[in-house]
């Protein structure tokens, strides 16, 4: 029986041109997100408690009826009579499924911004896999097999990407089980019931959920004047405004409403929501989207948009 959360792309000559371009960009884009996790690169399992992990986090007295092999002779040897132990920082290995939109609405860029939202979003998803993977977390992309905690997971996720022919905007997310964390990098302009339905069934596994709605400047500000024509990527629909700048104050307040009817979807503890803008750094939505998975999901007053 067909997973009904499951939205199949239909697959025409653009997606597999699409695809056929996101495959030949993607080489570019891995050595990029490598570089940019560089930057963002800070410690995942920073839980200041002790545990079976592998980096050291302090020394400690020992305490009778603890195994002799726990004591650090070499730091004992240096105090006389007193013995140590050497404690680990405690590290527990995260769930984390992946969703980039590589619908035909991503592949958008204004003269405003230096790349298309694909690549952008594409991007940011990598670099966040690189990230995860140094910390031993398991990842996966959803609609593509099962997590798996491996060093080469951005590879791996990129390689996947690479034969994607048209990926829908709205995942399968039949993987996703609780405390499991989901990230989504997309626009996010589907109709906002389609989203706001994905959201509920994630909020009914008890999975933590993070969007980052990736937008072209334009896309923001609707700077058009005079006659101009628009067409929807989509469907291929065209409609022509004869005075552009007449329609900029309802567009504004359809995207402000639509923005609104998201964060209203994403109001559940540990859930966050980011806008980032193409002509801004991707380190700033990397920043603040693995500083929000940090965080563990403690959240006491709701999602905080995160600046961009």
Known sequence: MADPTRIEPRVTPALT??????????????VEAKQVANTVAAGWHGRRRAGGGEDFWQFRPFQFGEPARSIDWRRSAREDGHLFVREREMENAHTVWLHVDLSPSMNFRSGLAPVVKRDRAVLVTIALAELLARSGERIGLLGHGRPLAS???AERLASTLAHVEGEAARPDLSAVRRLHEVVMVGDFLDPADDVAADLGR???TGARVHLVQVMDPVEETFPFVGRTEFRDPETGG???AGRAEAWRAGYV???VRHRDRLRAAMRLPGWSFAVHHTDRPPTEALLALHGRLAAGGALAAGPREIPT
């Open 202 to 204: 994630l909020a009914a």
């Open 238 to 240: 065209r409609v022509t």
């Open 17 to 30: 041109a699409s695809a056929r371009s996101l495959a030949a960009a993607l080489p570019d884009l891995l």
């Open 253 to 255: 307040a359809a995207l």
């Open 151 to 153: 060093r080469s997971a």
